[in-house]
């Protein structure tokens, strides 16, 4: 277990005092407001497949900034010790959990829309290459099959999961894995196709008769909105554990629950015997 802090800074430009004993204000202008997030990180006993548990405080959760920082501290420690490029495991990470917890948040999520989009350069992500993008009402008629949809998408099997799609080239990394995630890319794009042409025809109103290049669902969920589509997955899922912090042998005994569950849906190889 370790601890980041991590914060954004607001408006804020002084600290005004909350007690009789002190009456001067606090300028806030240099600080940068921080909470501390506790993070858990699993390692395989065997294999490549591990769990990473990241405190979520008030809707934030700091995962993305964890793994860069294991990332980047992974390679660094490559070039110390064995100054090989080459050596050191770039970390991927998905959104997991157990098939009882990614139930109750298909149910619990509205489907708040659907876009579908045709693009006249087809595998890009920029607003200015769309020929035209249409956002849909989703009706009685067609929810139960969209959130089939949607479900297919969301629960699937952990070797067909895809972690994160960052671009290699930001990393130190190698050119065979640059190609492997062109290819990747390539293949995610013509998914997205799939996904989208599979929401036309199910929406109706004749739009299952154009073509599009990428298309997704919009869920209404208790963590806010999120766009699903095969390139489009929530990027962490939460599990409540109490609305005050607590202790860290509460953390751990809560984190060692999930994760019996959760690893074996993954197909990690985690002793927690020692917890």
């Not at 948040?105 to 290459?129: E, G, M, P, T």
Request: aromatic letters at 6%.
């Amino acid at each position: 277990m370790l601890q980041v802090r991590y914060g954004r800074h607001k408006d804020e430009d002084l600290g005004v005092p909350l007690g009789e004993d002190s009456t001067d204000d606090t300028p806030l202008g240099d600080l940068a407001p921080t909470r501390a997030y506790r993070v858990v990180i699993l390692p395989p006993t065997a294999g490549t497949t591990g769990l990473l548990a990241v405190e979520s405080i008030g809707g934030a959760c700091p995962t993305m900034y964890v793994l860069k920082w294991i990332r980047r501290w992974m390679y660094d420690r490559a070039q110390a010790t064995l100054g090989h490029e080459n050596e050191w495991y770039k970390l991927r990470a998905f959104a997991a959990a157990d098939h009882d917890r990614l139930k109750k948040y298909l149910n619990q999520a509205a489907l708040d829309h659907a876009v579908l989009i045709r693009r006249s350069v087809a595998d890009s992500r920029l607003r200015s290459d769309e020929i035209f993008r249409i956002e849909a009402g989703i009706f009685d008629n067609s929810e139960a099959d969209l959130r089939e949809l949607a479900k297919g998408v969301l629960v699937r099997e952990s070797d067909e999961a895809e972690g994160e799609r960052d671009d290699l080239l930001d990393d130190p990394s190698l050119a065979d894995e640059v190609g492997q995630a062109i290819e990747e890319e390539d293949s995610i794009a013509a998914a997205d196709a799939t996904f989208a042409s599979a929401m036309g025809s199910l929406l109706g109103g004749g739009l299952g008769e154009l073509t599009y290049d990428d298309g997704y669902l919009v869920l209404d969920t208790d963590t806010g909105k999120e766009a699903v589509s095969p390139s489009r997955l929530p990027e962490v899922f939460t599990y409540p554990v109490s609305s005050d912090r607590p202790s860290d042998a509460g953390l751990r005994a809560e984190i060692k629950v999930k994760a019996l569950s959760i690893r074996k849906e993954i197909g990690a190889t985690i002793d927690l015997s020692s917890w």
